[in-house]
């Protein structure tokens, strides 16, 4: 499969065009809103490879004003980027244009297409004031009161000001006469405002949806069902299709630029952000996303950070490790390599393709991205930030082990649940603790004194529920044996007392925006 990569249009978006030398038609993959888009990035890969395998062109697309798209504050800015989307796709000579939309992507895909063009809505909610209620409600539980900040509320993943929460609740559906199929989890129904179209039932929506992205499973059983229906709604004869005009560098304020690079033997898709006004010798920061997430959703905070970071005069690279966003083929049934060796050759691939000299190189990462930056002992960095670190093992998991270990806790069979209470019943708290801290392989201490011997200074970031992790696997005794030697680096400690692990909250994002910038203009203060 060979995708092209770039951003288009005013403000832009980021377009990632999958497009056969002989195509049928079109597919705009208009991606969800949110923490649903995070979880979903995977599948709607795969999707467009298949739909390639048939003969049909696609285009998948982070939005302007989220994601790797270009800065935008116009309500409007979804549904405007899922049509510039689809004129993007017809540029490239295909005549006929489907729109694909899951869970919240539904109602953008159904106010952008028009009767003339396919639509497959999966697992669309039943109107857009529906679904931003159930989201508000979600945020107010696990974000609290705080989640709004000077009339911008945080939902799960992302921030909405007045007036794009109204524009999104004014979404809905309206009855088709063109071509349409709903997807719809066992026992449910289309959203009515489509009116009467066909109605599908597929298996998998919830397994995909209805969890973290840990949890997360693609359902391939699903997306063969969109496939076979747009392999049935496009036509036989095909066209000679022409590349469409991407833009390889973007833009975004007249002083910082982008551009995508490819790194190592894995081909790790990355993007790289500079300042016009940037030193020959500014260091150089990766930035690595929490579990295997794109920067969509509450990730996108790295965006923000690469932006702000270019401005202080840094170069910033931030990173899809490999079964990650855009790096490596997408396979049904991937395993995930979180807390695995493999993505910590991927960082030392990084690295060593950047070129950085290890005094100039700072790696920062949140929660498992945090224990892969925490793994670089031989690239000794200057500066090490850990966001939100959960786990401080000295030894690798094996690939798709932690997920499926993830899994088995939080839907325990009988058996698991029968141990659990005996186990929690008749051992001592302090030995279960000494077994939790034997599992991460020997705690805090263990795990920064190779970067710390090395002359690297680790910053930690953490909101309560890791504060306690890190306080009860021996956080302070570091802090208090390395916390600063002329001869060697250093341990600190950040704490936000009102931040989240994932940082849904304003007030942890803000937090860790700050706190990189700082850390770093200290560090390298000629720089900024």
């Known amino acids: 499969m060979t995708t092209l990569h770039g951003w288009s249009g005013r403000p832009a978006l980021r377009a990632a065009v999958q497009l056969p030398a002989h195509a049928r038609a079109g597919v705009v993959i208009c991606p969800p809103l949110g923490q649903e888009g995070v979880i ?14 048939r003969g049909i062109a696609s285009v998948r697309y982070d939005p302007s004003g989220r994601g790797d798209g270009a800065p935008d504050a116009d309500p409007d800015a979804q549904v405007r980027s899922a049509r510039h989307a689809a004129a993007l796709l017809r540029s490239t000579g295909v005549r006929q244009v489907a729109f694909v939309g899951l869970a919240s992507a539904a109602l953008v895909a159904d106010q952008a297409a028009t009767d003339a063009d396919g639509l497959v809505v999966w697992d669309a909610p039943a109107s857009g004031k529906g679904w931003l209620r159930r989201q508000r409600a979600l945020a107010s539980i696990t974000i609290g009161a705080e989640r709004v900040v000077d009339g911008v509320e945080s939902l799960i993943g992302f921030d909405v000001d007045p007036d794009e929460a109204a524009t999104l609740a004014a979404l809905a559906f309206t009855p088709r006469t063109g071509p349409t199929v709903a997807l719809v989890r066992p026992g ?21 949806l209805d969890g973290t992205s840990i949890h997360a499973r693609i359902p391939g059983a699903a997306v063969d069902t969109v496939v076979a229906w747009l392999d049935a709604w ?3 004869h095909t066209v000679v299709t022409t590349a469409p005009a991407l833009d390889e560098v973007l833009d975004v304020d007249g002083r910082v630029s982008e551009r995508i690079v490819v790194l190592g033997e894995q081909g790790l898709f990355g993007i790289e952000t ?21 920067r969509v959703g509450a990730t996108d905070y790295q965006v923000e950070l690469a932006r702000a970071l270019a401005r202080d005069g840094a170069r910033v690279v931030r990173v899809d490790r490999r079964a990650t966003g855009e790096s ?18 991927d960082q030392s691939a990084v690295v060593a393709a950047l ?62 649940l029968w141990l659990r209470e005996r186990y929690n019943r008749f051992v001592p708290t302090a030995l279960r603790e000494r077994i939790a801290r034997r599992d991460r392989m020997g705690g805090v201490v263990g795990h920064v004194r190779p970067l710390v011997e090395h002359g690297t200074d680790v910053v930690v970031i953490v909101a309560p529920e890791d504060a306690a992790l890190f306080d009860r696997l021996g956080g302070q005794r570091a802090v208090r044996r390395f916390g600063g030697d002329d001869r060697r680096g250093s341990v600190s400690v950040v704490r936000v007392e009102d931040g989240d692990h994932a940082l849904f909250s304003p007030a942890m994002r803000e937090a860790v925006v700050a706190e990189v910038r700082a850390r770093v203009a200290a560090t390298f203060p000629v720089h900024t």
């Not at 979903?40 to 395998?53: F, G, I, N, P, Q």
Request: glycine share 8%.
């Open 274 to 294: 500079v300042s016009s006004a940037q030193h020959h010798d500014a260091p150089v920061v990766v930035l690595h996303s929490g579990g295997a997430e794109h």
């Open 328 to 345: 490596t083929g997408v396979h049904e049934d991937e395993r995930s390599f979180l807390f695995a060796q493999e993505w910590v050759e």
């Open 40 to 53: 979903a990035y995977r599948t709607l890969r795969l999707l467009a490879d298949r739909l390639e395998a």
């Open 355 to 416: 070129r950085t000299p290890s005094d100039r190189l700072v790696l920062v990462g949140m929660c498992a991205g945090a224990w892969v930056a925490g793994r670089a002992i031989d690239e000794s960095p200057r500066l090490v930030v850990e966001i939100s670190p959960n786990d401080y093992r000295r030894v690798p998991a094996e690939p798709g082990s932690y997920a499926d270990t993830v899994r088995a806790i939080d839907t325990p069979s009988a058996a698991r």
């Open 234 to 236: 496009a036509p036989e």
């Open 188 to 208: 449910s129904t289309a959203p009515r405002g489509l009116g009467t179209v066909p109605t599908t039932e597929v298996t998998g929506s919830a397994e995909l």
